[in-house]
C-alpha cells in the first residue's frame, strides 16, 4: 500500500506518483511566504517600495500557480477557475489603470470588500459541502470566518461610499440613541449562531443567521464613524479581511492562507494603531466615537475675516524667502497638481530659495497618499519630512504654503477642547512667519470643521485651482510674465 503524504493545502496525495508535484508546490508555498514577508518588509520604506511591490507579486503569482498544482483540480476546475480569473481580470485591469489616486482608497475598500466576500462565499460553500461531518472547532473558527467576511463586506462598501461622497450615502456621522446597545446585540446574534453551529452542526437555519447579523453589523458598524476616521477604518477593514483570510487557511488546513492571512491581518491592525497614535485617538473612539457628530461652535459663530493675496503678490513673497514649506493635502491630489508643485519648487530653488515639504501622517485619504503622490513627481525623497521632523522648524520658516489641507494644519487641535479634532497632532504650519493656503473655496475639510488658521493674521488665502495656481505662481516667481509685457 503506497504512503499518503500531506500537502500545505491539506490534501493527501499518493507518495509514489505525486511526491515530485508535493515538493514543487511546497516550495512554491515556502517561497511565496517568503515574498509575503519580504513585500511587507520592503513597503516600510519609500526607497524599497517598489521592490516591496514586486516581491509581492511574486509571492502571490507563486501561491496561484503552486495551487493550480494541486491533484484535485479536475480538468472542469481549471475551466471554472480561467473564466473565473478572465471575470476578475476584466473588473480589476480598469480599476488599476483608471482609478486617480484620488480615489485609491475607495479602490481600496472595494477590494476588501471582493476579498472578503469571497472568503465568506468559499465558507459557506466549504459548510454546505462537509457538514454534519464537521468537528466543533472548525465549525467554530468556520463561522467566525463567516462573519467577519459578511461585515467587512457591507463595512467596506459603506466606507468606499463615504469617500466617494455618494449622494444617497450620508457623510456625517448617523448616530441615534441605543446605537452602541443594537450594534452589540446584533454581533451577539452573530456569535451565538456561531456557537449553535459549533454544538451542532446540522442546524443549517444558523447560516442565514449569522450572514445576515454580520452583514447588518458592517453597516452599522460604518455609518456612526466621520469622514476624518475613515482611513483608520480602512485600515481596521483590512485587518479583519485579513484575519478572515487566516481563518479560512485553517478551515482549509492551507498554512499558505494561514500566513497570507496573517500577515495581512496584522499590518492592517498595526497601521491602525499608527494612524489612530497620529490622530490621537483611540480603537474605541474610532469605532464608537461618532467623529465628527457634533458641530464644532467655531462654524456658527464670526471668526474674523480673511486676507486674499493676488498671485504676483503671492509669488513676489515666495520669491523673496529664505525657505519655504510646501505642505500637500487633499486639495493638491483632487487637481491632481503635483507636477505642478515639483515644476514650482525646482523654480523656486533656482531663486536661491530652500524648498522642503511637510507631510501629515493623515493628509489625504490614505497613510501615504502624499508621499506617494509627490514621488510620483520625483520630487526628491530628502526633501520630504515627517511631522515630527518640521514641526521644531517652522519658527525659522519664512513661508509655508498649504495645498488643500486642512484639518492637519487646524491650531483648533491643540487648544480647543471644544473642537472633534482636539488633541490630534497637526503641523504646526501656524508658527512659521506667513502662511498662505491654497483652496478652491472656504469649504472646511474631511471633518467639518471650521479652520482657525485661515483667520490667522499672518494667513494669506490664494484661492483657485491647485493646479493652475501652480502655474500662476511659476509664471510670477520665474519672472515670465514680465518678459512676455516688455
Known amino acids: 500500500m503506497n504512503a499518503l503524504l500531506p500537502m500545505a493545502s491539506g490534501v493527501f496525495v499518493d507518495a509514489s506518483t505525486d ?40 509571492g502571490f503569482v507563486l501561491a496561484v500557480i503552486g495551487t493550480l498544482m494541486l491533484p484535485v483540480i479536475t480538468t472542469t476546475g481549471y475551466l471554472y477557475i480561467a473564466v473565473a480569473m478572465l471575470i476578475g481580470a476584466a473588473i480589476g485591469v480598469p480599476l488599476g489603470l483608471l482609478v486617480p489616486m484620488t480615489a485609491m482608497p475607495q479602490r481600496i475598500a472595494l477590494s476588501h470588500a471582493f476579498g472578503a466576500l469571497a472568503a465568506g462565499l468559499v465558507g459557506i460553500a466549504k459548510y454546505y459541502d462537509n457538514q454534519p461531518d464537521i468537528g466543533w472547532f472548525v465549525m467554530a473558527v468556520l463561522g467566525l470566518e463567516i462573519v467577519l467576511g459578511s461585515l467587512v463586506f457591507t463595512g467596506s462598501l459603506m466606507a468606499a461610499g463615504k469617500l466617494q461622497e455618494l449622494k444617497f450615502l450620508a457623510q456625517r456621522p448617523i448616530v441615534f440613541p441605543l446605537q452602541k446597545t443594537l450594534n452589540f446585540a446584533i454581533l451577539g446574534v452573530a456569535v451565538a449562531g456561531v456557537v449553535i453551529l459549533a454544538i451542532a452542526p446540522t442546524q443549517t437555519w444558523a447560516i442565514p443567521m449569522i450572514i445576515a447579523a454580520g452583514l447588518t453589523f458592517g453597516v452599522l458598524l460604518i455609518i456612526p464613524i466621520g ?102 493635502g487633499y486639495g493638491m491630489a483632487v487637481a491632481q497638481a503635483q507636477h505642478k508643485v ?132 511659476i509664471t510670477e516667481v520665474s519672472g515670465k510674465r514680465d518678459s512676455i509685457n516688455v
Request: aromatic share 8%.
Open 342 to 473: 515639483r515644476e514650482f519648487a525646482d523654480t523656486l530653488e533656482k531663486e536661491g530659495v530652500e524648498v522642503k515639504y511637510a507631510i501629515h501622517p493623515v493628509a489625504g485619504r490614505m497613510p501615504g497618499h502624499m508621499n506617494v503622490l509627490l514621488a510620483e513627481a520625483n520630487v526628491p525623497y530628502e526633501q520630504l519630512l515627517d511631522m515630527e521632523e518640521i514641526n521644531p522648524e517652522f519658527p525659522q520658516v519664512d513661508v509655508v504654503l498649504v495645498l488643500g489641507a486642512n484639518d492637519v494644519v487646524n491650531p483648533a487641535a491643540r487648544h480647543d477642547k471644544s473642537s472633534p479634532i482636539y488633541g490630534m497632532p497637526i503641523l504646526d504650519v501656524d508658527k512659521a512667519a506667513s502662511v498662505m493656503v491654497v483652496k478652491r473655496s472656504m469649504r472646511p475639510g474631511f471633518a467639518g470643521v471650521e479652520n482657525e488658521l485661515f483667520f490667522n493674521e499672518k494667513t494669506l488665502m490664494v484661492f483657485g485651482d491647485a493646479k493652475d495656481v501652480m502655474g500662476e505662481l
Open 227 to 328: 469622514g476624518a476616521d475613515m482611513p483608520t477604518v480602512i485600515a481596521l477593514l483590512n485587518a479583519y479581511a485579513g484575519i478572515a483570510a487566516a481563518l479560512l487557511g485553517f478551515v482549509l488546513s492551507n498554512n499558505l492562507l494561514i500566513v497570507a492571512g496573517a500577515l495581512d491581518g496584522m499590518s492592517g491592525l498595526i497601521l491602525s494603531i499608527i494612524m489612530c497614535r497620529a490622530m490621537n485617538r483611540s480603537f474605541r473612539n474610532v469605532l464608537f466615537g461618532a467623529f465628527g457628530a457634533t458641530e464644532h461652535a467655531a462654524r456658527d459663530q464670526e471668526m474674523g475675516s480673511i486676507r486674499s493675496a493676488s498671485f504676483d503678490e503671492a509669488g513676489e513673497i515666495l520669491k523673496n524667502a529664505r525657505l519655504v514649506v510646501i505642505v500637500p
Open 19 to 58: 511526491t515530485i508535484r508535493y515538493l514543487i508546490i511546497s516550495l512554491l508555498y515556502l517561497v511565496g511566504a517568503v515574498g509575503f514577508v519580504l513585500s511587507l518588509k520592503w513597503m516600510s520604506d519609500a526607497k524599497t517600495a517598489r521592490k516591496g511591490i514586486f516581491a509581492g507579486e511574486i
